[in-house]
Structures are given as structure tokens and as C-alpha cells.
């Protein structure tokens, strides 16, 4: 019998066993530049994005432009768009930078060079790495991969990558601070292959740098 057909009848606590077919509980949707072997940029949206101080941990398919970038050329551009940009992330997500698609894509997706173009966001020279930044993002970081591993299964990779530098939009920033404020930026979250942004703060970690009164 097929589990992921027929879940389990609630127990005692009131869950149930089930098996998602993907386990996005509500992660940030991250923009992510590198370059092509022909100088090119090539644009990509993930959502397995998480930061551990200034390294930043990326999960990409094995088989992708983005993977096949990294591992030859290490710069790359992580771009955070805001809640309103959604539908430019969309646009991407059927489109892949390889030629000819890699059988493992998904039915319907295309290959496309003008990623840029296609979704309707301009590129913004970077300055210390060679992709461009994604205009318009309020949060975008340049930065290199220092580790790019094969995950435990094969049709994925992590890329462990260096933020070389941070460039943020004065409207999220405490002013005269090095602090982005919490109450003005909101990412776009991706959250069970739905988009949201984030609802009214509830309160803050005691190790906040930036905490708010009552």
C-alpha cells in the first residue's frame, strides 16, 4: 500500500504520519548569479538557502547550470528578493541555462540564455566578483565558493560559499548602523511551493542587536 496515498488515521495526539513529496516549510528564496563559461551571467532562484555566521550554505540540482558553474568558477551573487518580486522569481523557475536540459529537469522546462530579460529584473555590476547583482533586491551579497560536495544522494550538491561583501538597501538598514532592521526587511518566503512574506513580529532572541521596546 502506497503510504504517501493513504496517511495513517490521527493518533492519540492528533498527528498524523504522512510523506510530503518535498519538505519546504518555509525557507528564503534566494536569486543566485555565476558565470558562464562565455563570460555570461546565468540566474537561477533556490529556496535550500541558510546562513551559518558569513558563510552562507546552498543546495543546488547536480545537474544545472548553476552546479556546473560553481565548480569552475567559484564567484557567484546571492540576491534576496522582497515579497513583491514573486512573480519575477516564477518566471524563472521553468528555465534552466544548460543546453541541452539535463534529463533529470522537470517536464516543461526550457532552456533559456536571457534569464535576466525573461524575468523582467536588470543585472547591477557587482564589485568584487564577476556575475552581476540583481537590481532591485534589497539584499544582495557577493561571494565565493570555497566548497562545492557532492550530497548524499546524486542528483544534488551543496555549495558552502564566502559573503565577500554585503549590499543593502538604505530602507532596510538601521540608520547609522551596520544592522539590517527586521521590522523593514521581509524576505520572500518559499513555503511549500507557495509564496509568502513575513506576518507582524512576535518578538525577538535575546541576542538581538536590534531589539524593539513593548
Given at each position: 500500500?502506497?503510504?504517501?496515498?493513504?496517511?495513517?488515521?490521527?493518533?492519540?495526539?492528533?498527528?498524523?504520519?504522512?510523506?510530503?513529496?518535498?519538505?519546504?516549510?518555509g525557507t528564503p528564496?534566494?536569486?543566485?548569479?555565476?558565470?558562464?563559461?562565455?563570460?555570461?551571467?546565468?540566474?537561477?532562484?533556490?529556496?535550500?538557502?541558510?546562513?551559518?555566521?558569513?558563510?552562507?550554505?546552498?543546495?543546488?540540482?547536480?545537474?544545472?547550470?548553476?552546479?556546473?558553474?560553481?565548480?569552475?568558477?567559484?564567484?557567484?551573487?546571492?540576491?534576496?528578493?522582497?515579497?513583491?518580486?514573486?512573480?519575477?522569481?516564477?518566471?524563472?523557475?521553468?528555465?534552466?541555462?544548460?543546453?541541452?536540459?539535463?534529463?533529470?529537469?522537470?517536464?516543461?522546462?526550457?532552456?533559456?540564455?536571457?534569464?535576466?530579460?525573461?524575468?523582467?529584473?536588470?543585472?547591477?555590476?557587482?564589485?568584487?566578483?564577476?556575475?552581476?547583482?540583481?537590481?532591485?533586491?534589497?539584499?544582495?551579497?557577493?561571494?565565493?565558493?570555497?566548497?562545492v560536495s557532492q550530497?548524499?544522494?546524486?542528483?544534488?550538491?551543496?555549495?558552502?560559499?564566502?559573503?565577500?561583501?554585503?549590499?543593502?538597501?538604505?530602507?532596510?538598514?538601521?540608520?547609522?548602523?551596520?544592522?539590517?532592521?527586521?521590522?523593514?526587511?521581509?524576505?520572500l518566503i518559499y513555503?511549500?511551493?507557495?509564496?509568502?512574506?513575513?506576518?507582524?513580529?512576535?518578538?525577538?532572541?535575546?541576542?538581538?542587536?536590534?531589539?524593539?521596546?513593548?
Amino acid at each position: 500500500m502506497d503510504i504517501a496515498q493513504h496517511p495513517t488515521p490521527p493518533t492519540a495526539t492528533g498527528h498524523r504520519t504522512i510523506t510530503p513529496s518535498i519538505l519546504y516549510v518555509g525557507t528564503p528564496v534566494a536569486l543566485l548569479t555565476t558565470e558562464n563559461e562565455d563570460g555570461t551571467d546565468n540566474l537561477a532562484p533556490i529556496s535550500s538557502v541558510w546562513a551559518l555566521g558569513q558563510i552562507v550554505v546552498l543546495g543546488l540540482g547536480a545537474e544545472g547550470q548553476t552546479a556546473r558553474n560553481l565548480r569552475e568558477r567559484s564567484d557567484l551573487v546571492i540576491s534576496l528578493p522582497s515579497p513583491d518580486m514573486w512573480e519575477h522569481v516564477e518566471r524563472l523557475a521553468p528555465l534552466t541555462g544548460r543546453f541541452p536540459v539535463p534529463p533529470g529537469k522537470p517536464a516543461g522546462c526550457r532552456y533559456e540564455a536571457d534569464k535576466f530579460g525573461v524575468a523582467g529584473l536588470a543585472p547591477q555590476r557587482s564589485e568584487l566578483v564577476r556575475p552581476s547583482r540583481v537590481a532591485g533586491c534589497p539584499l544582495q551579497f557577493e561571494a565565493r565558493a570555497a566548497r562545492v560536495s557532492q550530497g548524499v544522494a546524486d542528483w544534488y550538491v551543496t555549495v558552502e560559499a564566502e559573503v565577500l561583501r554585503v549590499h543593502a538597501d538604505p530602507a532596510v538598514v538601521v540608520p547609522g548602523t551596520q544592522h539590517i532592521d527586521p521590522a523593514a526587511w521581509s524576505p520572500l518566503i518559499y513555503n511549500f511551493r507557495h509564496y509568502f512574506g513575513l506576518g507582524p513580529e512576535l518578538g525577538h532572541s535575546h541576542r538581538t542587536d536590534t531589539p524593539r521596546s513593548a
